[in-house]
C-alpha cells in the first residue's frame, strides 16, 4: 500500500452522498499515508467485535439513557478506552487505528469509536461539532441529550453545554442553537484532518501538513483558506509554481482578505524569482 492507493481509497469513499460514506473507512483511508501497511478490515472487524460483545450486556428495555450506560461501562470500564489528556497533540490520537489500539485519543477520534460501536447495535449517533469540543448525541428527533467520548462518555444536556463552553472560552458564553448543530460526514471527516493539520503545522512538518491540506481539499473543494495554506506550504517547500496558481486563486476568491497585500507581495517576490 502506497501514499497514491491510500488517498485514491480516501477520495473514492468521499465521492459518494454524504449520508452513504463509511466514516470507519474513510479514517482509516486517513491513517493508511502514515501507516501504508494498514488492513482496513482488520480494523472495522475490530469495531464490529465490540458490538457484539456489548449486545450480550444490553439490557431488555432500550431507553437512550439506559443504553448510553451500557455503552459507557463496556468503552470505558471494561476496555478501558480514555481521553489522552497526557500527550494530547501526539499524531496517534488522530489516527484512527491507533486509537481503537491504544483505547485512547481526543474528542473527536473517541467519538467515531463510540459512533461506530452504537451504529452496530442500531443506536446510530451524530457528531455535534460544539466549539472547542467535540460531542455526539443520539440521532433521535428532538433529543436534547449529548455524550462526551473524551469525558468517560459523560452525559450533557444543554445546559452543561454552556458550562463547558464557559470553561473553555474563560468567560461566559451563551449557548447558540448552531453551537449543537449535528455535522456532515464530510465535516466530520475534515475536522479530524484539521486537527491533524495543526499538529503538524506545530512540528513544522510540512510535507504531511501538505498531505492533509490535500484531503480537506477533497473534502470541500475551493475553501478559500485551505486554498491559501496549501499556496503557502507549496512556497515553503520550494513547488513555486504551484504556490503561485494557489495564491492568485485565493486573491481572486478573497480579495479584501486581511492578509491580501502580504500574499500579494509575496506573489511579487515569485513572478521577480
Known amino acids: 500500500m502506497n501514499f497514491s492507493s491510500a488517498r485514491q481509497y480516501f477520495y473514492q469513499e468521499i465521492q459518494q452522498p454524504d449520508e452513504s460514506i463509511n466514516l470507519a473507512r474513510a479514517a482509516l483511508y486517513i491513517a493508511q499515508e502514515e501507516y501504508p501497511d494498514l488492513d482496513p478490515e482488520e480494523y472495522l472487524n475490530a469495531l464490529d467485535t465490540m458490538a457484539v460483545e456489548l449486545e450480550e450486556r444490553l439490557p431488555v428495555s432500550r431507553y437512550p439513557l439506559r443504553i448510553i ?37 481526543i474528542p473527536i477520534t473517541l467519538a467515531l469509536v ?81 486537527n491533524l493539520k495543526y499538529i503538524y503545522l506545530q512540528r513544522q512538518e510540512l510535507e504531511k501538513t501538505l498531505s492533509v491540506v490535500e484531503r480537506i ?14 499556496g503557502l506550504l507549496y512556497y515553503q517547500l520550494g513547488y513555486f509554481s504551484q504556490a503561485v496558481e494557489d495564491l492568485q486563486i485565493y486573491l481572486v476568491q478573497v480579495p479584501d482578505a486581511e492578509d491580501a497585500d502580504v500574499i500579494r507581495q509575496l506573489l511579487g517576490k515569485l513572478d521577480n524569482s
Not at 160 to 165: F, K, S, T
Open 69 to 105: 450506560q451500557n455503552i459507557n461501562q463496556y468503552l470505558y470500564e471494561e476496555l478501558g478506552f480514555s481521553g489522552n489528556k497526557i500527550d494530547y497533540y501526539d499524531p496517534c490520537n488522530s489516527f484512527f487505528n491507533d486509537v481503537i489500539e491504544r483505547r485512547t485519543g
Open 114 to 194: 463510540y459512533m461506530e460501536v452504537a451504529k452496530r447495535i442500531d443506536f446510530p449517533m451524530v457528531g455535534v461539532g460544539m466549539p472547542g469540543h467535540f460531542l455526539i448525541r443520539p440521532d433521535i428527533a428532538d433529543i436534547e441529550i449529548f455524550v462526551d467520548a473524551f469525558n468517560g462518555g459523560e452525559v450533557m444536556f444543554p445546559q452543561d453545554c454552556q458550562e463547558r463552553l464557559s470553561q473553555i472560552y474563560q468567560q461566559s458564553v451563551i449557548l447558540q442553537p448552531e453551537y449543537l448543530a449535528v455535522v456532515s460526514k464530510r465535516q466530520f471527516l475534515a475536522r479530524m484532518l484539521t
Open 217 to 230: 481539499l477533497l473534502l470541500f473543494p475551493g475553501v478559500s483558506l485551505e486554498l491559501r495554506d496549501r
